[in-house]
C-alpha cells in the first residue's frame, strides 16, 4: 500500500512540475527564471525515468544529464555574466512600434539614471524630453526649411540633457535660426534611416522643403543592420538581392522570433554564445554600407536633399575579418553621393578631451559641441544654399 501511495506522488508530481515549467516560461516572474526552468525540467525528466524501464528510461536519464548540465552552465552565467550597467528609466519611453520597431510611447519626460552595477556610483542622469511628434525636443525656428538628423542614441543623446544633444548645440551654433529636427533613437541604425523615408514616417514633421539630412554612423551599425545586436527582432530587415537593398520585413518574425526571444532569455546564451554572434564577417559590412548607400539614393531621387554623414573610427581589428576598413567604407558612401566627414575626435582624445561618458561610452556634450562645430563649418564653407540667409 505504502508502495502505491508513493508512485502516485510521484506520478502527481508530474503534472505539478508541467505547470510550474509554463508558468515560469509564459510568466517571467523573476530575472533568473530560466535557471529555475532548467532545474525543474530536471527534476521532472528524473521523475519519468524512474516510472520509465528499458531504452525509455536510458533516453531519460540522458536528458535529465543534458538539463542538469544547462542548469550548471545557467547557474555559472547568471553568476559570471556582466550585469545591466544599472539603468532605470522612466517606464514607456520605448516600446514596440510598427515600422522602427521600437520608439517612444508618448510625449512626455523620461528620466534616465545609470550607475555603476558594482560601486552603485552615478554615471549619469539625464531627462529625455519627448515632443508631441514622439521625438526629442529641439529647439529651434517652428516653421521653414529643416536640417534633419537622423541616428541612434548617439544621435538622440543618451545621458545628456535636451541642450547637449547633437541637434541641439548644432541648432544653437545656428542661434536657432534656422529648424533642426532630431529623428534618432537609441538602438537605431541605417535600416531605420532607411525604412524611415521608404515609409514617409515623418514627412509631416520634416516639411516640404528639407535642406540637408545628417547621419552619424559608424561600423558597429553593421551589428544592427545585420539584425545580430540583441535588441534588433523587431527592427527592419534588409537584404542584398542582385546587388541591391531589398527589405525583407521584420529581423525576426514567427517561429524565429519566438527562438530568438527564448535565447535571449537565458543567462547562458547571452555569455557563452551572444558574443561570437555579434561578431561581423563581410557579408554583414556590404549589408550595413549598401543599407546607407540606399538611403542616400532615396534622400536625393525623393526629397532632393544631401546626405552628411559624420563618420566615426574603429579600432582596426574591429574590422579585420570583414575585409573592409574604415577608408574602404568612406570611400564607397562618397562614391554613392555622400558627404562623407571624419568626426571620430581622434585628436582631441589623445589631446586629453573626454569625449565619452565614463562607465558608459556615448558622447560627452563636449563631444557633441565638438562635431557640431565640424557640421557648422563644413556647411558653411562647402553648401552654399543649405543654411538660411545671413547664417552663412
Not at 560627452?364 to 558653411?380: D, F, H, S, V
Request: proline letters at 6%; one cysteine or more.
Amino acid at each position: 500500500m505504502a508502495r502505491m501511495i508513493s508512485s502516485a506522488l510521484q506520478l502527481a508530481a508530474i503534472p505539478i512540475l508541467v505547470g510550474l515549467i509554463v508558468w515560469l516560461e509564459l510568466a517571467h516572474p523573476f530575472p533568473m527564471f530560466r535557471l529555475a526552468t532548467f532545474i525543474l525540467v530536471f527534476v521532472l525528466l528524473v521523475r519519468l525515468a524512474f516510472a520509465a524501464k528499458g531504452k525509455a528510461r536510458d533516453f531519460l536519464i540522458v536528458l535529465a544529464s543534458t538539463a542538469f548540465g544547462l542548469a550548471i552552465a545557467e547557474g555559472a552565467a547568471n553568476v559570471a555574466e556582466p550585469k545591466g550597467g544599472g539603468l532605470t528609466i522612466t517606464h514607456g519611453w520605448s516600446v514596440r512600434q510598427p515600422i522602427m520597431g521600437w520608439g517612444p510611447d508618448h510625449a512626455g519626460t523620461a528620466h534616465a539614471e545609470k550607475r555603476d552595477p558594482k560601486t552603485n556610483a552615478l554615471i549619469y542622469k539625464a531627462d529625455y524630453t519627448i515632443d508631441s511628434n514622439l521625438l526629442r525636443e529641439t529647439h529651434s525656428i517652428d516653421h521653414g526649411p529643416a536640417i534633419v538628423f537622423f541616428g541612434d542614441s548617439y544621435t538622440f543623446g543618451d545621458g545628456i540633457q535636451d541642450n547637449e544633444t547633437l541637434p541641439q548645440v548644432f541648432a544653437d551654433s545656428l542661434d536657432r535660426k534656422q529648424r533642426v529636427l532630431n529623428l534618432g533613437f537609441t538602438g537605431y541604425s541605417p535600416q531605420q534611416f532607411l525604412r524611415e523615408m521608404e515609409t514617409s514616417r515623418f514627412d509631416a514633421v520634416i516639411g516640404p522643403d528639407p535642406k540637408l539630412f545628417v547621419f552619424l554612423t559608424a561600423p558597429w551599425h553593421a551589428e544592427r543592420t545585420a539584425c545580430k545586436a540583441y535588441w534588433t527582432p523587431h527592427a527592419p530587415h534588409y537584404a542584398l538581392e542582385d546587388g541591391k537593398i531589398v527589405y525583407k520585413g521584420d529581423c525576426n518574425e514567427g517561429a524565429n522570433l519566438l527562438l530568438r526571444e527564448w535565447l535571449e532569455n537565458s543567462a547562458a546564451y547571452r555569455w557563452l554564445i551572444e558574443p561570437y554572434r555579434h561578431q561581423l564577417n563581410h557579408d554583414d559590412v556590404d549589408v550595413y554600407v549598401s543599407t546607407l548607400e540606399a538611403a542616400v539614393k532615396l534622400a536625393k531621387d525623393k526629397y532632393g536633399v544631401p546626405t552628411l554623414i559624420p563618420y566615426l573610427r574603429v579600432p582596426p581589428e574591429y574590422l579585420r575579418k570583414t575585409g573592409f576598413t574604415d577608408d574602404a567604407i568612406m570611400a564607397r558612401l562618397r562614391d554613392a553621393g555622400a558627404i562623407v566627414i571624419d568626426a571620430s575626435l581622434d585628436a582631441q582624445k589623445n589631446a586629453g578631451a573626454v569625449i565619452s561618458i565614463q562607465g558608459d561610452g556615448h558622447p560627452t556634450p563636449l563631444a557633441n559641441r565638438l562635431r557640431a562645430e565640424m557640421i557648422t563649418n563644413y556647411i558653411k564653407q562647402n553648401m552654399s544654399g543649405v543654411l538660411l540667409s545671413g547664417l552663412k
